[in-house]
């Protein structure tokens, strides 16, 4: 009897995992980076694009 409440303590213990908030999380992560470099683009990309023209152009 105790054998098999062990069995079920330690199969729940490890049924319950958090992969799926961790993923949510990591998802999240990795959306922020994707606007904050889409906004970093948008908003430099004249002055760089203005810069390499100015460098293409004295080589």
Same mark, same amino acid.
């Given at each position: 009897? =105790?054998?098999? !409440?062990? /069995?079920?303590?330690?199969?729940? *213990?490890? &049924?319950?995992?958090e992969r799926g908030?961790? /993923?949510?999380?990591?998802?999240?992560?990795?959306?922020? =980076?994707?606007?904050?470099? =889409?906004?970093?683009? &948008?908003?430099?990309?004249?002055?760089? *694009? !203005?810069r390499f023209d100015s460098v293409g *152009? *004295?080589?």
């Amino acid at each position: 009897m =105790i054998h098999i !409440d062990f /069995l079920k303590a330690w199969i729940a *213990s490890h &049924t319950r995992t958090e992969r799926g908030a961790s /993923l949510v999380e990591y998802a999240l992560l990795v959306a922020l =980076i994707a606007v904050v470099c =889409i906004a970093a683009v &948008t908003l430099l990309g004249g002055n760089i *694009s !203005d810069r390499f023209d100015s460098v293409g *152009s *004295s080589v």
